[in-house]
Nanobody, 115 residues
């Protein structure tokens, strides 16, 4: 079955960096467009970035453009989210999603940006 396992979250000071990982299994990773989403307390889940399966095209939400970078390693079936210049408003649970079939979500990893 499809499994997505996020890791790499934690507490970081404003201006700091974190790299999230999402390890996938149960499907052909190289054929799937992968996305990152986040959900802050009391807010709806919002899209952050995606990486397409063909051509490796990437796109970002305006709120993270220039600070976050999505990448993927098809040999490891893993998608990453490098987050730089973190702000308190980036505090959220971060989820990866595989865009195939009905869509599959990981369990999320908490990122807290605070001094």
């Amino acid at each position: 079955q499809v499994q997505l396992v996020e890791s790499g979250g934690g507490l970081v000071q404003p201006g700091g960096s974190l790299t999230l990982s999402c390890a996938a299994s149960g499907f052909t990773f190289s054929s799937a467009t992968m996305s990152w989403y986040r959900q802050a307390p009391g807010k709806e889940r919002e899209w952050v970035a995606f990486s397409t399966s063909v051509g490796g095209r990437t796109s970002y939400a305006d709120s993270v453009k220039g600070r976050f970078t999505i990448s993927r390693d098809n040999a490891k079936s893993t998608v990453y989210l490098q987050m730089n210049s973190l702000k308190p408003e980036d505090t959220a649970v971060y989820y990866c999603k595989a865009l195939l079939g009905p869509g599959y979500w990981g369990q999320g990893t908490q990122v807290t940006v605070s001094s």
